[in-house]
């Protein structure tokens, strides 16, 4: 069913840009495509096609190739790709855990990609964005001198407020109304603009474009770290609600008699199915990170009874929240990111048993259960989707910026 | 944030389509208006949008009519209306206490209603049928002569995979894999499609269109009765999920400790604050119906404390939910339906503070909970604006449906 935002006046250079639009996104989701391939996907006309890869040509966003001859006979017919040279984004990524920095092409090749760890202690904002800047630094001179680089992207451990990247909420680095998009872009002077997100939001979007959840249209994405966040995918479209603070699932309550939580609430699914709730459990220590939990994990795959107990809790409650999430959203895909993924081995039957017993029989019956494919990159990997968007929603505007230049050559 | 959904190839076809579908759409919606009001609405030019109203005009979908002088000087310009004699919709419930039937003209105005009480007990899917095409029956022959009907709504109290009609699990009904929706194409003979939904789901789109949420795009509609179901709309959208299931509320596991529950499993919201357990709470016959919850309603009125403390007990419960959902939507907006729309005004204060309690700050700052507008009969008008919904979306469908009685005329 549609409602009235389906469908508005449209005149013909809202049609040109809706057009030019998916030529782009096709070919940086799918990769090099045929001009036939094009026709097929996009259901524009041969003709319609030629012109508008002519201009998309012209503005550095895509080239034409000859394939190599597949031993095939005939003359091969040439393969359109997206520059992935000519235009770049920056993806950073500020985790409680990890601090790292990502060049990404159109197209999704990954060019660059540094991951340095991080102390869990409260900083302030301008610590992480000095350190953040410290990581781009080698490239920043390179970065200024082209024009290839359309945007930044930056995954957050925290509540975003998407329209001016101010982090309203990150209890887990001690931030309330942090301005981290204003501060990176005062201090990266790349003069293109800054998005941030969610980082478990960004981990969804990137496993739904490029990982477990690409192609389907209803997913719901759940990522374990130190906190526990999420993604949900609708009709093939994010929910990020109305000021994009969506996806909060960690922070559904779940437990009325449960423990009290970092923000502020009793019995959040965070306080069962968290980090911290696997290592205490454990009989382990809770700030041990990753690390712990990778000892953990190990443990309970030799078999140590309270490392084993520990997994079955989480398993036990995740079915409780993804019940919730089920039967609210009927998704076709659960997608497990960040810690849960790496359990998924050991306790993928006990979640799918403990998920079924609260969960109505018809959506229950219709579900699939699955890890995630990105691992610990799933966050910055969406943080580059997230600074290509406006290219890929609107390529004539990258077009009119080149313009100029090309005019003058 | 878009995502490759957003865009497809758009060849003219399409453009005229959703060029006319858009002028349909805004006069269902929002009433007659004037040539320049559409301009101004949908983007189009003043010379597109006369054309497509000739179009329209001649299929009977609109009329243009000079408006009354309003006592200002110069021609009154015309105004441009839907035809609600000429496009009608039917629209059935099945509920658990109640059956009706609506005819509704394209704009929105009920053109007949009736509501018949039902006792609560099980009954064949037959039956219901049987009793819905009696509640019909007196209009049946003038339906059947004229070609105006376009499209048959049907609201029912459960699970509805929405791809072929069928109820797959209506505990309250007794049913499970109810082929209701051919049941009642085959009595009543009509030869224009059978949608059925969820009667949540059609009370939240009713809201949506035209009570409480009308222009909001982000909101939760949770509605009580017998059991408890839901609509959300993210992005101006109703999310379905990936059959039609979604929504399901009332199936949220909110209390591990709870009561069990009709669908299977213990602790879903519905054992929290559904009727029976506010009867329950009140110390009232469980299987009293409405009359016995306005009897409650008029005894907590009136202080008596049980009645007061049952209620109490919902909203706190109510609270658990919405917060809930509240974090995982991020909603602007959450109205309430049905029992709890009857409730608000006694413990409307104490659903808020419940709420907030167990809400993230930056999503409870921003959402607003009212009461809904439609009373009773939202599902019913939601289940017509279903019906409706092939015409919104594809109106040049009927044009041509309509061209070979014009061509002959």
């Given at each position: 069913m549609t409602t009235s935002r389906d469908v508005v006046g449209q005149r013909s250079e809202t049609v040109r840009r809706a057009n030019l639009s998916s030529i782009v996104r096709e070919l940086h989701l799918r990769g090099p495509l045929s001009r036939s391939e094009l026709v097929a996907r996009t259901g524009l006309t041969r003709s319609a096609i030629r012109g508008l890869i002519g201009e998309l040509v012209a503005a550095d966003l895509v080239e034409e190739r000859r394939s190599e001859?597949?031993?095939?006979?005939?003359r091969p017919s040439p393969e359109v790709r997206a520059r992935g040279d000519q235009t770049l984004a920056l993806a950073l990524e500020a985790n409680v855990d990890s601090l790292a920095m990502a060049l990404v092409g159109l197209g999704g090749t990954v060019h660059r990609l540094e991951r340095v760890d991080r102390p869990r202690a409260h900083v302030t904002v301008d610590e992480i964005a000095d350190d953040l800047v410290g990581l781009v630094r080698p490239m920043l001179g390179d970065l200024r001198s082209g024009d290839a680089l359309v945007g930044i992207g930056v995954a957050v451990a925290g509540v975003v407020?998407?329209?001016?990247?101010?982090?309203?909420?990150a209890p887990n680095l001690g931030w309330?109304?942090?301005p981290l998009g204003d501060r990176l872009a005062e201090s990266l002077e790349l003069d293109v603009p800054v998005w941030l997100a969610n980082e478990a939001d960004l981990g969804g979007l990137a496993e739904h474009r490029?990982?477990?959840?690409?192609?389907?249209?209803e997913v719901v994405y759940v990522m374990g770290e130190v906190g526990v966040g999420g993604n949900l995918i609708a009709a093939g479209r994010p929910l990020v609600g109305a000021a994009g603070y969506g996806g909060e699932v960690g922070h559904m309550p779940v437990n009325p008699e449960g423990l009290p939580c970092g923000c502020g609430a009793v019995g959040c699914w965070e306080t069962e199915i968290g980090e911290r709730a696997l290592l205490v459990r454990a009989g382990r220590d809770p700030d041990g990170g990753r690390a712990a939990v990778s000892e953990l994990i190990g443990a309970a795959g030799e078999g140590e009874a309270r490392a084993c107990a520990a997994l079955e809790h989480v398993a036990a409650w995740l079915g409780v929240g993804l019940a919730t999430l089920i039967n609210i959203l009927n998704p076709q895909l659960v997608v497990l990111g960040g810690v849960f993924e790496r359990i998924h081995p050991l306790v993928g039957d006990a979640i799918e048993a403990a998920t079924r017993r609260r969960s109505l029989r018809p959506s229950a019956d219709l579900v699939r259960i699955v890890p995630g494919?990105?691992?610990?990159?799933a966050p910055i990997i969406g943080a580059a989707e997230l600074a290509f968007e406006p290219v890929l929603a609107d390529p004539a505007a990258r077009l009119r910026s080149r313009v100029p230049a090309l005019a003058s050559a």
């Open positions: 001859p597949a031993g095939t006979p005939g407020r998407r329209s001016d990247g101010i982090v309203r909420h309330r109304d942090a490029r990982g477990a959840a690409a192609g389907a249209d494919q990105l691992g610990v990159d």
